[in-house]
């Protein structure tokens, strides 16, 4: 990885080097999710159904670099492509930052701790199926709760009491 500008992920996200662009993604893995778009309403929903280049006990994609061969409508997100679609969750840091808007403290950049994504209940570690076993989408259809930070904070402040 190349060198990162200090607190980068404050800058204006049109600016930020790829290498800085690419540290800024919590790893929560939502993106890797199915959705199902309403042909009638052209609602989104969210469903617990991952890619199934997604590995569902880290949330991390098991073959990033080659991704595009495997799965050939992977979209690697840009400052257009985020601006422009609306099925990023409230919390992605693309998101957050598009809309000038802080990273949240459990943020790994921010709180320094990577597995902080998951205590906020906003990773998809252990919560979701991937493709290869979900059958119909339709039976998958999920409503993913917003972090809480306080239950970041709540749970930090047990750990430190442990
Ligand atoms: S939703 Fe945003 S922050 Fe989460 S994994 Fe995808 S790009 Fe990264």
């Known amino acids: ?3 990162l500008r200090d ?5 204006p996200l049109g600016t930020l080097t790829r290498p800085e662009w690419e540290a800024l993604c919590d790893g929560c893995g939502r993106c890797c ?14 469903t617990n159904v991952a890619c199934k280049l997604l590995d569902t006990g880290t949330a991390q994609c098991s ?14 997100l840009t400052l257009r492509i985020v601006e422009q679609v609306s099925w990023l969750p409230s919390t992605c840091a693309y998101r957050l930052r598009a809309d000038r808007r802080p990273l949240p403290d459990w943020h790994y950049l921010v709180s320094g701790d990577r597995d ?6 906003v990773s998809v570690v252990g919560r979701v199926v991937s493709e290869t076993d979900a059958g119909p989408l339709e039976h998958h259809i999920v409503d993913w709760p ?5 239950r970041y904070a709540q749970a930090a402040e047990e750990e430190e009491g442990a």
């Open 1 to 3: 990885m190349g060198e």
């Open 7 to 11: 607190r980068f992920w404050e800058l």
């Open 33 to 46: 999710l199915h959705k199902i778009e309403d042909a009638d309403t052209g609602e989104i929903h969210d």
């Open 63 to 76: 073959d990033y670099r080659n991704r595009k061969a495997f799965v050939p409508d992977c979209l690697r």
């Open 116 to 121: 902080a994504v998951r205590r906020a209940g």
């Open 146 to 150: 917003s972090a809480r930070r306080s």
